[in-house]
């Protein structure tokens, strides 16, 4: 009985607030077993589910929903929602719309609409930045559904569908190669994985209708004669058109990140003139980000092409300046959420060096 009046209580509360969600309680138990929130307008903030959890809980999340923001294709779920648990939990991005997700600290699962992510967060806690009410608010119609898989009184026939998915999922799940990890304030995607390539390991990147960065730690001084080495398989391009526009800016590439918080990226382009340097047309992109294009065109696609590029000297034409001292990382770049055209890349062979002082990038100690 007591536990039945704390259920109708939150209930009650929740529907009179003016967060504008829903709470369906399946449990029986006072520790809530599984939740469903609806997300109504993009400046809610965080949501609190009031599904418990215990670091390293496996929480299934099934997330409904879609918002049309005049690209070619309506933006999913899983490019949107942003989960996070308790108060000091790290945030991070849904991979699929169906997924098992481990909790990374105690607490209760909080839910958000975040776009874009690189604006309005202002740390890996989930501190939303003043930009984020300054961004219009819109209408939004999500739904999330979570359960915590380690409850005791769990019921899995309710989301027996959501959790088939969701195992499915798992098992698409690419690794990525030694020492990467996703860049935190843009979030996860499944478009990366770590590969054995003709030219020795690497990364294989296969866009769709989604994008991301990984990126590795590095610690190099930048001098004069600090160059790159890098091999890459362009097999089909991702842009439609050149990639200079908000919705034409598709395209997979290398970079590297400056202690400055600068990065330039190397790529491929549709058919801008090799040489040809662009600042990011992306919000919040655009203050940090420079392309260079290397190739263009259809011609040498399906081949391995090896490049060599003096940082230094790229840095200084394309951005100027003060010069940034060091290079802090080394990314690699996918993304086609704009056309959503399918396209595959690989880069391998990849190396930093200046003077007798090599580092490749994909040996497990390189950094």
Known sequence: MFCSEISRSIKSSLINSSLALTLFVFSLSCALANVSVQLKSSHEGWINTGLEAAKGDKILVS???SLDIGLKAPMDSRHLIWVRFGDNGEV?????????????DNGVLHVAFLNPPNVVLGNRKGKLNSSYKMIP????????????LSGSQLDQTAFAQSLAKAERNAELLNSL??????LWYLGASNIFASKQTSRGPGVFIKTNDDGGIIKKKLDIPLTKTTEIDFSWLYRKLPAIAPETTLPTHDYMSIAIEFDNGQDITWYWSHSLAPETFYRCPLAGWDKVETHIVVQSGQDGLGEWHQHKRNIYTDYSTSVGGEMPKKIVGVWF????????????????NISVQDGNTQINIFQRDAN
């Open 137 to 148: 608010e819109t209408d939004l119609d999500f739904k999330i559904s979570a359960a915590n």
């Open 333 to 348: 770049i996918g993304n086609s959420i704009f056309g959503r055209r399918g396209a595959d890349a690989e880069f391998a």
């Open 177 to 182: 190669p030694a020492g990467f990890d996703h």
């Open 92 to 104: 991070f991005q849904l991979t699929f719309n169906d997924e098992i997700i481990n909790a990374n």
């Open 63 to 65: 997330a409904e929903g």
